[in-house]
């Protein structure tokens, strides 16, 4: 769930192109971390926790300050094509939604760099 779906406001939680690219983008940063959440360390604790981690906005920063997955994340990051996957993703895994990429603009950026 992207964060801003995370509000009490229904207008700012409603679905959008924007929270279905934040969550491809987290979906595949999962899928490139070996099946495990990067707000793993959150998720062990309490979904308040998790909660509010989400609304922070950088589940790159959970990442790396879970050990098993900062090395996850740094073996990706050590090829090019790794180094240009994690660089899409961040794209899309931008806190606010109007600082996100769109799908359009991720897929032309995505051809460009060769994927």
Same mark, same amino acid.
């Given at each position: 769930m992207?964060?801003?779906?995370?509000?009490?406001? &229904?207008d700012l939680s409603a679905p959008t192109y924007a929270s279905d690219v934040y969550a491809l983008s987290l979906t595949l940063l999962t899928f490139l971390l070996g099946n495990r959440s990067p707000f793993r360390e959150m998720e062990r604790h309490n979904m308040f926790m998790l909660r509010e981690a $989400?609304?922070?906005g950088d589940p790159f920063h959970f990442a790396r300050n879970d050990d098993q997955?900062?090395?996850a994340l740094a073996k $990706?990051?050590?090829?090019?094509?790794?180094?240009?996957?994690?660089?899409? %993703? &961040? %794209?899309?895994a931008r806190k606010k939604a109007v600082d996100r990429i769109?799908?359009?603009?991720?897929?032309?950026?995505?051809?460009?760099?060769?994927?």
């Open positions: 992207a964060p801003e779906q995370l509000s009490s406001n &229904r $989400i609304k922070m997955l900062a090395m $990706i990051e050590a090829s090019e094509a790794g180094k240009t996957a994690v660089s899409c %993703l &961040r %794209l899309g769109t799908a359009s603009d991720w897929s032309a950026w995505c051809v460009e760099a060769g994927w």
